[in-house]
Every structure is written in C-alpha cells, then in structure tokens.
C-alpha cells in the first residue's frame, strides 16, 4: 500500500475545567472529551523519493515544520528509526483552525495512524498516544476519540459511556483566541465555578442526555466571553432554536449547542450561517477504540 486516507475528527468540550499547574507550567485539567463527525481528510502518500511534504486546501494553513501533521511524521520516524523514502501530506480542513476543535492535533494523530499502517510498523494505540504527546496534550486524545475523561494534562485518558447520539451545531466566530493567552487568564486553577464533571459522568453512566446536556460547562469560557461579546451572542441564538444545552469548546471561541431534534439544529445552523460562515452542523462521533 502506498497511500491512505484517514478522516481526522474534531472534539469538542463537554465539560472542561483546570485543576491546578504543573513545576514545569503546563496546566492540569480535567474534561469529558467527546468525538464530532466534522472532519478533514488526511492522505498520507509514500512517494518514494524525497522529505515530508504537506500540502493543504486552506492557504493560511502552514505547510512546513510548522504544521503538526509534518512535526508528527518526522518525529514518526524519528521514533521507531524507519527511514522515510519520501512523504507526501495532502490535508483537506473543514475543521475550523484555532477553533478549540483540536484541529492541528488530530490531524498529526491520523498522520500517526497512517504511518503506522503504511509502514507496517505494528504499534499499541498506547505506543501512538506515547509518541503524539510529545507532539500536543490533544494528541493522544485524538488517536483513541470518542467519549473520554482526559486528565493530567489531557493525555491521562479513561473511556466513559458514549455521549447518547443527538446533533451539534458548531459556530466559530470570525476571530481567534490563542490557548495560552487564555491559560495566562486561568488565575492558576483559583476558579470561582467549576463544572460538575461527576454529575456528567453519572449522566452518561446512566444514558441520561438531558443530563449531561444541562452540565455543559468550560471554565474557560468566563475568559473568553468577557473580551468577544460573539460568545454569548451565538449561545444565546443556539438556546432559542431550543438547543438541549451550549458551551465553549477548549479554549475556544468555537460554541456549540446539542439538539435531540434534527429540525431545531438545523433551524440553529440556518440562524448562525447568515452571521457566521464557519457554522457547521454535525453528529457525535464514536471513537476508534483502544
Ligand atoms: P489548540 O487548542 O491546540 O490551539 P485548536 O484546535 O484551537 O488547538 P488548531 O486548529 O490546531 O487550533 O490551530 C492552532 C494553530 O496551529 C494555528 O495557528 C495553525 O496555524 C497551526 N496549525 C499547525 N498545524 C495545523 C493543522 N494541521 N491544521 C490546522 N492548524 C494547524
């Protein structure tokens, strides 16, 4: 085989709270990751000839070094001492970039997926996860998907029951925020609100979505909301389309709202397009497993 194509999905936030720093200042957190069908496809192509290359349908997007899904196959080879006999990348994004959907991350994880195929290299999910932490907290996440409780700095991953299957409507506002910007705001994890995550954990114990859905919660989302009216803006137009529950996603300034009902969502979309292009409308996505 030469070449493969992977769909790399976003994630978004059910619940993200930050629990404390670490000596080396990485935050600690605590939050119930949940896969989204909204994906780019990622097609890794061994050319035979040559480096990494990467090319990408979004022309703002970085093609070089810079790019995560070039970083992951380097540090790819890097790792098990393979020798790359020339790479090519070709990303096709839908996900929003700098969205708080994980964009960046789980594309390096698809080019680990792939890699591990294309060269028969035969590694443990947890020998992936291993190797895409070094590449971003996100990044072993990213390889297992689904409904996970991440901990630590997000690479400490329990599978939880899947979230029960509704809608999303995802909206990213026309700006970005950068994540450490935001974690600078974090006041160190002294928060006066945190999300109740054992109550969304008992919620999807018990396949209870009403349950989970009014406990959607980001301590982030305080920082963001604060500096970029838009945040509350789009909660406010998701929630009066009858959205089942709404929150920031990571540190955003994508914001989402949950709906059982097709029509409501798709009420929700058609709202949120007319002002935000970068609305999408989207399922929950089960992961791939361990
Ligand atoms: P994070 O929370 O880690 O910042 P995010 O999902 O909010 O992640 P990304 O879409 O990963 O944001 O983009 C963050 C930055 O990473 C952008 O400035 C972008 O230029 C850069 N980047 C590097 N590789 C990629 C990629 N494969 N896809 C999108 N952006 C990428």
């Not at 119930?32 to 990622?42: A, N, R, T």
């Not at 700098?98 to 594309?107: K, P, Q």
């Not at 190797?131 to 297992?144: H, N, R």
């Not at 305080?222 to 990571?250: F, N, P």
């Amino acid at each position: 085989m030469d070449a493969i194509t992977l769909s790399a999905y976003a994630k978004i936030n059910l619940t993200l709270d930050v629990t404390g720093r670490r000596p080396d200042g990485y935050h600690t957190v605590r939050m119930v990751m949940q896969s989204v069908g909204l994906h780019d496809d990622v097609t890794v192509t061994r050319t035979g000839t040559g480096g990494v290359t990467l090319a990408c349908d979004k022309p703002f997007v970085p093609t070089d070094g810079r790019n995560l899904a070039v970083r992951a196959a380097e540090h790819f080879f890097a790792c098990t001492g393979l020798s790359c006999d020339g790479l090519h990348i070709a990303l096709k994004k839908r996900i929003p970039v700098a969205a708080g959907l994980a964009g960046g991350s789980t594309d390096a994880a698809a080019v680990l997926r792939a890699l591990d195929t294309l060269y028969g290299a035969g590694l443990s999910t947890d020998a992936l996860c291993g190797m895409g932490l070094a590449l971003g907290a996100d990044v072993p996440y990213c390889l297992v998907g689904g409904t996970m409780l991440a901990e630590g700095i997000g690479e400490a991953l329990t599978p939880l029951p899947p979230m029960p299957d509704c809608w999303a409507v995802l909206c990213k506002p026309g700006f970005s925020v950068s994540t450490a910007a935001v974690y600078a705001q974090m006041n160190g994890g002294d928060l006066p609100e945190r999300p109740d995550t054992a109550g969304v954990l008992r919620a999807l114990q018990a396949g209870d979505y009403a349950g989970v859905c009014h406990r959607l919660y980001n301590v982030m989302e305080r920082v963001t909301a604060c500096a970029h009216a838009e945040i509350g803006q789009i909660k406010d137009v998701l929630l009066a389309c009858g959205a089942d529950g709404a929150a920031m996603s990571g540190s955003g300034p994508t914001t989402f709202g949950l709906f059982r009902s097709e029509d409501k969502a798709r009420k929700a979309y058609a709202a949120l397009r007319r002002d935000f292009p970068d609305t999408h409308l989207t399922r929950m996505q089960p992961g791939w497993g361990r």
